[in-house]
């Protein structure tokens, strides 16, 4: 038996609080309009939280080097714990360079998923819709074309400028949700 996503009642509680998602929402596009207001400090910020993330794993890596000590697998464990550490260091050393590294694998990520999409949807041709998927990879396939282009000058500014997007979407999508689930 597949499990409902909501228990009964849970709408009711959900739309009493509608008013947070709103608030919520509208914070979150103060935020992104701040970000917007200064991409590089945005991006900067952006750096700092994934080299923050890049060093919890490290240290956690670390960690469970010794925790497998005994294991054929310790050098793997205590390298790769290492070599992440050091790269959450180095955001916080150089993060202008960290995000022209981070920008760069952007660029590739995005045109290696936009060509793959295109070609998933060039295959899907017979099917109904399949012009969207083309289209989608076609977008992602440019994008990361245009990132690359600009590469390594647009560092300063693309990943400040996705992190402002992302906070002004989610903050749109939140009071959506709450003016929505409200009625």
Do not use: C, H
Request: net charge neutral; proline share 2%.
């Amino acid at each position: 038996m597949a499990a409902n996503r909501f228990e009964a009642g849970d709408g009711e509680t959900v739309a009493g609080k509608w008013a947070w998602f709103v608030a919520l929402g509208v914070l979150l596009i103060m935020a992104g309009g701040i970000a917007f207001g200064n991409l590089l400090m945005a991006t900067v910020a952006s750096v700092y939280y994934v080299g923050v993330i890049m060093l919890i794993g490290g240290l956690l890596n670390l960690g469970q080097a010794f925790r497998v000590k005994d294991w054929g697998g310790f050098i793997y464990w205590m390298l790769s714990g290492a070599f992440y550490a050091a790269a959450g260091l180095f955001t916080f050393v150089n993060p202008l360079l960290a995000s022209s590294v981070l920008t760069l694998l952007l660029a590739i990520a995005l045109i290696a998923a936009g060509a793959f999409r295109v070609w998933v949807g060039y295959r899907l041709s017979p099917l109904a819709g399949w012009g969207w998927v083309l289209i989608g990879g076609l977008i992602t396939l440019v994008t990361g074309l245009v990132i690359a282009a600009g590469w390594p000058i647009d560092s300063l500014w693309i990943l400040g400028l996705l992190l402002s997007i992302d906070l002004v979407m989610q903050g749109l999508a939140l009071i959506a949700f709450g003016v929505l689930v409200k009625s």
